[in-house]
């Protein structure tokens, strides 16, 4: 679960800015907080702003940590991590780029940060919240300089065996270290990003069903998903199949080795509409998959993520989460996380938006709303909370945002000249 980010100095993003789940005093939509110990924690944050403003940049800039983390102990020794400063000025360009987490996993509350550029780790930390102040399990400084308190002191060991673009945690994790194996997973296996080419490809959109369709559940859970967005789908049949090397189709004038690859699935899948023709009779027809609407294909990629989510009590951040659905549905999928007897294991959901039917106090708390606003002056992306501006608790959110009151919307003046 995922408490609070800060990020400074990545791509659009200059000074630091900070997007934190912890619920700030108000006694608003209380029922829908996630509880741990003294935490009270948003299940759902909702991110608004204009087109270029660095809404995806907060995006991009999860991606990058969490895949860096995932990928690191594969990294050659002149792999580059990924990172990119903010360019627009002549001492920033030059500079680092620093990221901090403070997450729960397991039921552990952990602290994680480093400081990185397109080479080389710099800095890296680790701590765990075993009381009210936390425990270091280890930190590193000037690439290499590693700091261990006794408690951990075998983290000696796994030192010589990292590299200066490689991450500690990762590589201590590898050598099966428990003290940092927690931290690890949650990065691993309990958050995820999902951009909007996530969705665009067919066959990938169905690899998120394909994952999911051994849990007897995921067919309950799609066909109310499809009920409740009033779609006409009664039922659907599923089949995924292992595709040979040889028969994987290629690009016009793509030739490459096709075994390196690696092994690729085919899928296929029906829906079963039950139409009612003009005589009052029932017929039952099959539609296939490509034929669907697109709103309807993101809705398949969409519900075996959410129900996975739920279950499990993972952390999934959707960029666009409004492209090619309904206002309707999309408030839906929220309410599930804001709901309690739904969000059962602490689920959360971060995404953002240009939708501002949205914004509206009965479905978030003023804490759980953030925009995004770029300087155009300087290029500098900022970050900030409805609550920052103390609205009233029936103030029109809507209104408000389309007048500018909360900034990160663009203002069009003047006429088109050719």
Avoid at 126 to 149: A, V
Avoid at 242 to 253: K, S, T
Avoid at 360 to 380: A, P
Avoid at 393 to 417: D, L, M, V, W
């Amino acid at each position: 679960m995922l408490l609070q980010f800060n990020v400074s100095n990545f791509m659009s993003i200059k000074d630091e800015v900070t997007l934190t789940a912890f619920a700030n005093a108000s006694k608003e939509h209380e029922s829908n907080l996630i509880v741990r110990g003294k935490d009270r924690i948003l299940p759902t944050l909702a991110i608004y702003g204009a087109n270029a403003a660095g809404k995806s940049n907060v995006f991009k800039a999860l991606t990058r940590a969490i895949m860096l983390v995932r990928l690191s102990s594969n990294l050659q020794i002149n792999s580059l991590t990924g990172f990119e400063p903010f360019i627009f000025d002549d001492k920033s360009k030059n500079e680092k780029t620093r990221m901090d987490f403070l997450f729960y996993h397991n039921g552990k509350k952990f602290e994680y940060g480093f400081v990185a550029d397109a080479r080389f780790i710099y800095e890296e930390y680790l701590y765990e919240y075993k009381s009210s102040k936390p425990t270091m399990i280890f930190e590193r400084t000037n690439i290499k300089d590693y700091k261990f308190t006794t408690a951990y002191k075998d983290l000696v060991q796994y030192k010589d065996k990292n590299t200066s673009n490689k991450l500690f945690m990762c590589t201590a994790t590898t050598w099966n270290c428990e003290a940092t194996r927690d931290a690890y997973l949650w990065f691993a296996e309990s958050i995820d990003t999902y951009n909007k080419l996530s969705f665009e490809d067919t066959n990938q959109l169905l690899g998120y069903l394909d994952q999911h369709k051994d849990n007897p559940e995921t067919k309950e859970f799609m066909l109310s998903l499809l009920k409740h967005a009033e779609i006409n789908i009664q039922d659907y049949d599923f089949e995924s199949q292992v595709v040979e090397n040889a028969n994987i189709p290629l690009p016009p004038g793509i030739q490459i080795d096709k075994s390196l690859l690696g092994e690729m699935k085919q899928f296929r899948l029906e829906t079963i509409h039950q139409i009612e023709s003009e005589d009052g009779k029932a017929h039952v027809y099959r539609l296939n998959f490509d034929h669907e609407s697109e709103g309807t294909m993101r809705l398949f990629a969409y519900g075996p993520i959410i129900m996975d989510a739920l279950e499990k009590g993972r952390t999934i951040v959707i960029d666009e989460i409004d492209n090619s659905l309904h206002t309707n549905l999309s408030r839906y999928l929220i309410e599930l996380f804001n709901n309690p007897e739904v969000n059962r294991n602490g689920a959360q959901l971060i995404f953002n938006s240009h939708d501002v039917s949205l914004l509206d106090l009965d479905l978030f708390r003023r804490d759980q709303i953030y925009f995004v606003e770029k300087n155009n002056k300087t290029g500098v992306t900022d970050l900030y909370s409805l609550a920052d501006y103390s609205p009233r608790k029936n103030e029109n959110i809507q209104k408000g945002y389309i007048q500018g009151r909360y900034g990160a919307i663009p203002f069009i003046s003047g006429g088109i000249e050719w």
